[in-house]
């Protein structure tokens, strides 16, 4: 159990260091260039979307950019729906961290880790040492998920831990609390859902057949938990600023709040969807549900984020007005 804890303690701090290494490395890159086009966002609440989007997907980090755009908030450089836009925008963005993931790439994470670690350290040029640092950073997210998928294996042959993950897959309220604590905790929804992706991978074998530690079905209410617990980075940067960029926060959290709400309600469509654009276990080819359980926890976090930006972007307007009425 201490052999557990310390592997997963030890690969979520090498994870969560790679991905802030590689977010700062991608900031000294285009840093400033992605600030000014933050303050340039016109009004058209899709080109908000996009530039969220864009922006998240650099800099690896939703809550960067929605603190960046409460900032800009509570400076008066952009409104609150154009505030609103960025944010939907930055949901879509955060979920590439677990797409590349899914790629299973993790083997070349040393490689990728000595290369980034060369052209930091002993690279002359400051473009060189900043690619050199996003390098490393990325070999080193892997070389974290390497690590607790090593340490997490066990648990698919622990009869208590099979029993504790069944009951909480089959209970959606558990897994949506379970994600949202853990989010709230580490501050980190890719975190999350990267530690989620690495358990639920884990084969166990049921009547004969290899299953995933923890199927689709399990995990959706884990990420859509994940998806709430990452507002409260955003609610505490609001603190001490003005009332529109405390708006802005409370935006961020209704529209995760409601979206999963929803999702929860047409939870068996919404897998079934996931099922549809995800591959899909085949026994000709070996493959089987633990290996594919990754990739379509990551696209079930991508398709949840933009279903829910395009149910929410006609209303826009609407959520403003609602978040301006509870903080008059």
């Not at 069944?166 to 558990?174: A, D, G, H, I, V």
């Not at 949202?180 to 057949?209: C, D, E, K, R, Y």
């Not at 709040?257 to 549809?276: D, E, M, N, R, S």
């Amino acid at each position: 159990m201490k052999e557990l804890l310390f592997g997963v303690v030890g690969g979520l701090a090498l994870f969560i260091y790679g991905m802030n290494l590689m977010s700062e490395g991608l900031k000294k890159v285009a840093g400033e260039k992605l600030r000014k086009i933050l303050e340039a966002v016109t009004k058209n609440a899709l080109i908000g979307v996009v530039v969220g989007a864009v922006v998240t997907t650099i800099l690896q980090s939703s809550s960067a950019t929605t603190v960046m755009v409460i900032g800009f908030v509570n400076a008066g450089l952009m409104n609150l729906q154009q505030a609103i836009g960025v944010i939907m925008g930055a949901n879509i963005g955060t979920t590439i961290t677990a797409q590349l993931i899914a790629f299973k790439i993790g083997d070349y994470a040393y490689l990728v880790a000595g290369i980034g670690f060369a052209l930091f350290f002993f690279g002359k040029k400051k473009y060189a040492k900043h690619l050199g640092q996003v390098l490393f950073g990325f070999g080193l997210l892997f070389i974290g998920i390497n690590t607790m998928s090593d340490v997490l294996e066990p648990l698919a042959s622990n009869e208590r831990s099979l029993s504790l993950i069944t009951k909480m897959s089959n209970r959606s309220f558990w897994g949506l609390l379970v994600g949202m604590v853990l989010t709230t905790v580490v501050q980190s929804s890719s975190a999350v859902i990267g530690v989620l992706q690495s358990l639920a991978s884990q084969p166990i074998i049921v009547s004969g057949a290899v299953r995933a530690l923890i199927p689709l079905t399990g995990a959706v209410p884990i990420l859509l938990g994940s998806n709430i617990g990452t507002t409260i980075t955003a609610a505490l940067a609001s603190i001490g600023t003005n009332n529109a960029a405390k708006r802005s926060a409370l935006s961020h959290t209704m529209f995760n709040v409601i979206g999963t709400v929803i999702c929860l309600l047409f939870l068996a469509p919404f897998t079934k969807l996931v099922y549809q654009i995800s591959p899909g276990p085949n026994p000709a080819t070996g493959l089987t549900e633990a290996a594919v359980v990754s990739r379509q926890i990551a696209n079930a976090h991508t398709l949840f984020n933009i279903l829910n930006t395009i149910i929410w972007l006609p209303f826009i307007k609407f959520l403003a007005n609602l978040v301006t009425r509870c903080i008059p």
